[in-house]
């Protein structure tokens, strides 16, 4: 490829480190098709004749035939993708082939590939993330009014419906998605005619070969253009917060899959079991997406690091960055469809969950808002008074509502009857009518809301 200004050949651990074959072989799809645009591109304009860019085409469309049947045979001493397909081009056509480099870069042209590669990835990754979010609202349509208990610090808290639980996920779904979609928009300028840094002096028609390839327009610097990585992190940044949401609905499931809290029965498709211990069902595709997350993490501060200390334009460090790139996106898109199905196939055991949010006198906080709207008591004294009420209850051995009216007059006289109504679980989550509440009507209506952005996308 250079041989013209080196005399020798390289050192074999030099030819090792200097292969990336083995990782960017991925991108022979997306080498391919910017290749066949940039040689429709200089036949339109002249700069090759109409012959050699048909003659190219042909043979590029004969190396994907092959490709796609497997037939891609690594060479370590052609070092990457590009190279494998203009030295199989020219086997295929001749030295036709020795023209397809005109006008370009490898620089210009990887980071097309890499473009080409990582909007694909978007796209895959948008279409797991709308599939995980209708198997919530499913869920969450199924239990809207189901009680269960919400914690705070991992102390139950107050009581909640499951439905808006799962809520609480499609809300993060949601976001998950809109920093995919803004990534995808921000990045869809084509490197493509940028050349090594500076451009190129052929007339080439760079909005064409945009227009071939998807992209909205050319980007507007070539140094900028070959040396950008950045659509690379914003991949790895989303992905990597959509993996920490995952990671925290995978860390719930271990829990309530646990017998102290019984929550959830995991079926044998999501489960493992134990090599020494018969009793046990372990739930492994949850804490592999868990552990998943921390890999994806680690993948966007790879890069980072990487990038950190790169003058421009290009420098060969910038091979290193789709390994990170690659690896999130294996780990997330397994991680999202395991999350997926294990959350559609799983049982949800209300009876616990019932019993649970019933403990630890949940409902304290309903009997100070109780006397706050009916008996006209500040919030911090009517705080004070439910606190006494939970040390009774407590010192009793047990819940809140089993309290007597007496009882509560003890405490203060101006707890009456009425107030006995919402001590109750099912009472608490009912009154939770405030926009975005766990009320089961908001749940409803929060659940139609998010149904209805689905079909505006």
Known sequence: MWGGRFAGGPADVMREINASIAIDKRLWREDLAASRAHAAMLGATGILSREDSAQIDQGLAAIEAEYEAGKLIEDPALEDIHMHVEHRLGALIGPAAGRLHTARSRNDQVATDFKLFVRSAIDETLDRIDALEEVVLTRAEEHAATVMPGFTHMQLGQPVTLGHHLMAYQAMLGRDRSRFADAR?????????????????????????????????????????????????????????????????????????????????????????????PNKRNPDAAELVRGHSARIVGDLVALLVLLKGLPLAYAKDLQDDKPPL??????????????????????????????????????ATDLADWLVREADVPFREAHYIAGRAVAAAEARGVVLDALSLDELQAIDPRIKEAALGVLTVESSVESRVSAGGTAPVRVIEAIAAARAARRRK
Not at 186 to 204: D, Q
Not at 335 to 363: I, K, N, Q, W
């Open 185 to 277: 928009a921000r990045m869809n300028e084509c490197p493509l005619g940028s050349a090594a840094l500076a451009g190129t002096g052929f007339p080439i028609d760079r909005d064409a070969t945009s227009t071939a390839l998807g992209f909205d327009r050319p980007t507007a610097n070539s140094l900028d253009a070959v040396s950008d990585r950045d659509f690379v992190i914003d991949y790895l940044a989303a992905a990597a917060l959509t993996a920490v949401h995952l990671s925290r609905l995978a860390e719930e499931i271990t829990l309530w899959a646990s017998q102290p809290f019984g929550f959830v029965r995991l079926p044998d498709s999501w489960s493992t079991g134990s090599s020494i211990m």
């Open 326 to 363: 690659f690896d999130a996106h294996d780990l997330l898109s397994v991680s999202l469809a395991a999350m997926a199905g294990m959350l559609a196939d799983l049982t949800f055991v209300p009876e616990s969950m019932r019993v649970a949010a019933g403990a630890g006198y949940a409902t």
